[in-house]
C-alpha cells in the first residue's frame, strides 16, 4: 500500500494561466474525491468519482474547472485560466468504502 | 445535510498535561465521524474512525474519542501531550445521501515545552 500520491507538490503559475494537478489513489480504491483548502479553513468537497464516473460536483467548481478519471484508476483536475483566488491546497483522497486517505496535496500560488 | 462544529479554533497545553479537543455534530445521528491530523503543508492524516458501535474509540498515537449521542458530541482526548502532537486537528463526517465529507473549521493545537 503505496498510498495516495499527488503531483505536484507545488504549483505556482500566473494568474490566466492552466493548471493540471493529478492523483494517484490507492490502487483497490474505486472512491477518489477532490477538496479544496484555504488557509486556515477545512477542506471544502469539489467533486467526487466512483471509478470512472463523475458522481458530484459542488457548486465550488465553476465552469474553469474540469476534473477527469478516465480509467478509473488515476484522476487530474485542470484549472483554466486561474485567478488569484484559485491558490489553495488541492487534495485529493480515495476511500473503498468510507473511509477517506488523503494525499499529501498540491499547493497552488496564483501571482 | 450534517455539520460538525469544532470549539476553539486554537488550544495551548503544555507538554505532558491532557489534550482536549471538542466536536459536536448536527442533530441526525450520523453513521461514522472521523478525526484528522494535518502536519504544516502535508495532508490529512487518519487518527481515528468512530462507526456505529463502539461509542470509545482509540486511534493512532495515544489518541482516543468518546461518541456522546446525548451530546452530539465527539470530543478528542490524550492523556499526555507531546511536543510532536502540535498540528491542527479536524473533525468530519458524512453528508446524508452522498459520498462527501463535512470537515470541522480545525483546531491548531500548541505544545508548550
Known amino acids: 500500500d503505496t498510498g495516495v500520491s499527488q503531483d505536484p507538490r507545488h504549483k505556482i503559475t500566473k494568474r490566466g494561466q492552466n493548471v493540471t494537478f493529478r492523483c494517484d489513489p490507492i490502487?483497490?480504491?474505486?472512491?477518489l474525491y477532490w477538496y479544496r483548502q484555504t488557509l486556515g479553513q477545512g477542506p471544502e468537497f469539489l467533486t467526487y468519482?466512483?471509478?470512472?464516473?463523475?458522481?458530484?460536483k459542488s457548486r465550488l467548481l465553476s465552469d474553469r474547472f474540469s476534473a477527469e478519471r478516465p480509467k478509473g484508476s488515476f484522476s487530474t483536475l485542470e484549472i483554466q485560466r486561474t485567478e488569484q483566488g484559485d491558490s489553495a491546497m488541492y487534495l485529493c483522497?480515495?476511500?473503498?468504502?468510507?473511509?477517506?486517505?488523503f494525499g499529501p496535496g498540491t499547493r497552488l500560488l496564483v501571482l | 445535510a450534517q455539520s460538525v462544529t469544532q470549539l476553539g479554533s486554537h488550544v495551548s497545553v503544555s507538554e505532558g498535561a491532557l489534550v482536549l479537543l471538542r466536536c459536536n455534530y448536527s442533530?441526525?445521528?450520523?453513521?461514522?465521524l472521523f478525526w484528522y491530523v494535518q502536519y504544516p503543508n502535508q495532508g490529512l492524516q487518519l487518527l481515528l474512525k468512530?462507526?456505529?458501535?463502539?461509542?470509545l474509540v482509540k486511534g493512532i498515537n495515544g489518541f482516543e474519542a468518546e461518541f456522546k449521542k446525548s451530546e452530539t458530541s465527539f470530543h478528542l482526548t490524550k492523556p499526555s501531550a507531546h511536543m510532536s502532537d502540535a498540528a491542527e486537528y479536524f473533525c468530519?463526517?458524512?453528508?446524508?445521501?452522498?459520498?462527501?465529507?463535512?470537515f470541522g473549521t480545525g483546531t491548531r493545537l500548541t505544545i508548550i515545552p
Open positions: 483522497a480515495s476511500s473503498f468504502v468510507e473511509t477517506q486517505y
Open positions: 468519482f466512483q471509478n470512472e464516473a463523475q458522481l458530484e
Open positions: 468530519a463526517g458524512p453528508n446524508f445521501g452522498n459520498e462527501k465529507l463535512t
Open positions: 468512530y462507526t456505529t458501535g463502539a461509542t
Open positions: 442533530s441526525s445521528v450520523p453513521p461514522y
Open positions: 490502487s483497490e480504491h474505486n472512491r
